[in-house]
């Protein structure tokens, strides 16, 4: 006898993680034998390639229309916050500002001053360990993965010298930047997709879709809680079979969680 609608598992390409939702049965047919309880709304799941990895939207919805048209309106969102944070694409805002550092403060949009006022309140309280002015050293370490050879330790020692969180200095009156060292380059990796699976939230909410999950890389955020379930189950799969969902998982709603790996 089936107990259970077990919905399909979202492993992730970044690795290490896999989104499970079960949805019990409940009722009884006319002949009294157990009868499935159909959800107020049905499951849809999109993907496409932002920031240099794969979103994944899931959500329900009451039709595939409305579907369709939240998640759209939720990907041109991500696009248009790749566009402002983006340090692969050289006529991105981040970049254009980077180009100006040691020089006078530039005004930025709205989004790019929260990220990086949120950047450096983190940074400060972790006494710098998260520092988003870390891109020089990035850099090279792309190159390493591209050529197979080890960054010589003058080029990181150069690179580290760049690196201090309190040479970005933000004004939030004029909303302007100041990078105060020439050369130095900004990396929102760290931080830029978890804040873009928030917007993305944020714009499925605005469509009427609360239970929903966004899945940015190795980045989650959650709203609502699947139908008839008490929460997303997110787990680190098992290195040797990633099918198979591990025993250690949260179960989440209207939260978030992040998880870096090598498996992939």
């Known amino acids: 006898m089936i107990k259970h609608l077990a919905l399909s598992l979202l492993i992730l390409p970044a690795g290490l993680l896999a989104v499970n939702a079960v949805l019990p049965l409940a009722g009884r047919a006319s002949d009294g034998r157990p009868s499935l309880a159909r959800p107020a709304n049905e499951r849809f799941e999109f993907t496409e390639p932002h920031m240099g990895t794969t979103f994944r939207i899931v959500l329900y919805a009451a039709d595939e229309a409305s579907a369709k048209k939240a998640a759209k309106a939720a990907f041109a969102r991500v696009a248009e916050l790749n566009a402002i944070m983006s340090d692969y694409q050289p ?39 998260f520092d988003v002015s870390i891109g020089p050293v990035v850099r090279l370490w792309r190159r390493a993965r591209r050529t197979r050879e080890m960054p010589k330790a003058e080029e990181i020692r150069k690179a580290l010298d760049l690196v201090d969180y309190r040479k970005i200095k933000l004004d939030p009156n004029g909303r302007t930047v100041q990078l105060l060292l020439m050369n130095m380059l900004l990396d929102l990796g760290s931080i830029g997709k978890g804040y873009a699976a ?63 790996g090598d498996s992939e």
């Open 91 to 129: 006529t991105s805002e981040l970049m254009k500002l980077c180009d100006k550092a040691g020089g006078e403060p530039v005004k930025v949009s709205a989004e790019l001053f929260e990220v990086l006022k949120k950047a450096e309140e983190f940074s400060r309280l972790t006494d710098g360990a």
């Open 198 to 260: 928030d917007a993305a939230l944020a714009v499925l909410r605005q469509h009427g879709i609360t239970s929903a999950l966004v899945a940015a890389g190795g980045d989650i955020a959650v709203g609502d809680a699947p139908p008839d379930a008490p929460g997303w189950k997110v787990g680190v799969v098992l290195f040797k079979n990633p099918e198979v969902l591990s025993m250690y998982y949260l179960l989440l709603k209207n939260a978030g969680v992040s998880t870096s």
